[in-house]
Every structure is written in C-alpha cells, then in structure tokens.
T-cell receptor, first 107, second 115 residues
Framework: QQPVQSPQAVILREGEDAVINCSSS?????VHWYRQKHGEAPVFLMI?????EQKGHEKISASFNEKKQQSSLYLTASQLSYSGTYFC????????FGTGTSLTVIP | NAGVTQTPKFQVLKTGQSMTLQCAQDMNHNSMYWYRQDPGMGLRLIYYSASEGTTDKGEVPNGYNVSRLNKREFSLRLESAAPSQTSVYFC??????????????FGPGTRLTVT
C-alpha cells in the first residue's frame, strides 16, 4: 500500500524545474506532500483533495488525478532551500508515506 | 507553543533491553502517530491513536507497544530491543485522522541504536 514515487533522486541547478510523481495502487481520496531536510523532521507542504485541483505554495504546486491514482509535485525555478527529500502521503484506513524523492539543488 | 516534543533525542540499547520513547503535543490535537524511518524505506507507521483512549496498529507494529496516556501524551515501548529496531523514530500529531485528515506535525525524532 505504500505509494511509489519517481524519480528516486534528482539533481538540479538553481532556477531549473522538477516534477516528482506519486502513484498508488489503491483509490486516493487525498494526497499530502511533505519535505524533510537532512537530519530534521518532515514538514507539511500541502494537501490535495478529490477533484483534480492544483494547489500552490510559492513556486511549489501540485496536482491530483484520482482516476489515475496519481499526484505530481511541481517545483519551478528551484532554489537552494528546496533541497531535501520529498514524500507524498496517502490514506487507506491508515496513513502511508511514499518511498521518497531526494532533491538536491546546486548553485 | 512547543508543538510536538520527543524524549530522548538519542539512545543506545543492548539487545534485549527495554525502553519507552515519550511524545507530547500541546496543540490540542486528537490524533497521534508513531513512525520509524529507515534508509531507503521512507516513514512507516508503527501505531496510531485516533483519539484519547484508542490505539490501532499501523504497518509495522511487531515488537512495539503504545500507550495514549492522555490527550497530550503518546508513548512507544520496546519490550525487548532487537538490532532490527535500530532506526529514527518520529512522533506526529494531527487534529483528526482518517480520510481527508489535515496535516501532521512532527516531533524532532529519536535516534535509536540497538547493538
């Protein structure tokens, strides 16, 4: 039931864009996105509910397609502060975090 | 507000020893969670408590017990530690659990090594 994320890791230069995907084998009612910096606790970014809406958080936005059981996180014009591991999270009686995507932004 | 606090921050145990990890939140949240995080495995739910007085097993409950002491506190106990329980343990809380539940707030984590 753990959602699968792709890619596993990505390296970007400042200003470049990235997309992180999250796929579930089960029907999705909502998707959470979190970011975890090295040695720290995960921090909530956004939640998307059924309806395919796209939500934004500064230059980080996400979409949710419940029919495809997928969500994507879009990072535009990346900054050094975006580095970290990104996790999606889904609910199915209990909460499951995805496998994680390590994102490194270099100058 | 301190948010979610965990003690201890670090712990080294010998195989077979027992210990309790403590977690407290001051946000008046109903739901609390215990996760473990291993390299390459992401975060996996051990136990959760949807509300005071209730606890449920998560994905990886074997070898652990929990107590929801009151609305604020949720403890995790290892009765007989094993090297496979070496991990980083995170406590989290949210206002609700279940479908459409809002964001979870995480504590700073406990790094546990079992030798």
């Amino acid at each position: 039931q753990q959602p699968v994320q792709s890619p596993q890791a990505v390296i970007l230069r400042e200003g470049e864009d990235a997309v992180i995907n999250c796929s579930s084998s089960k029907a999705l009612y909502s998707v959470h996105w979190y970011r975890q910096k090295h040695g720290e606790a995960p921090v909530f970014l956004m939640i998307l509910l059924k309806g395919g809406e796209q939500k934004g958080h500064e230059k980080i936005s996400a979409s949710f397609n419940e029919k495809k059981q997928q969500s994507s996180l879009y990072l535009t014009a990346s900054q050094l502060s975006y580095s970290g591991t990104y996790f999606c999270g889904t609910e199915d009686n209990q909460f499951y975090f995805g496998t994680g995507t390590s994102l490194t932004v270099i100058p | 507000n301190a948010g979610v606090t965990q003690t201890p921050k670090f712990q080294v145990l010998k195989t077979g020893q027992s210990m309790t990890l403590q977690c407290a939140q001051d946000m008046n949240h109903n739901s609390m969670y215990w996760y473990r995080q291993d390299p390459g495995m992401g975060l996996r739910l051990i136990y959760y408590s949807a509300s005071e007085g209730t606890t449920d097993k998560g994905e990886v409950p074997n070898g652990y017990n929990v107590s929801r002491l009151n609305k604020r506190e949720f403890s995790l106990r290892l009765e007989s530690a094993a090297p496979s329980q070496t991990s980083v343990y995170f406590c989290a809380s949210s206002m609700l659990t279940g479908t459409g539940a809002p964001e979870q707030y995480f504590g700073p984590g406990t790094r546990l090594t079992v030798t």
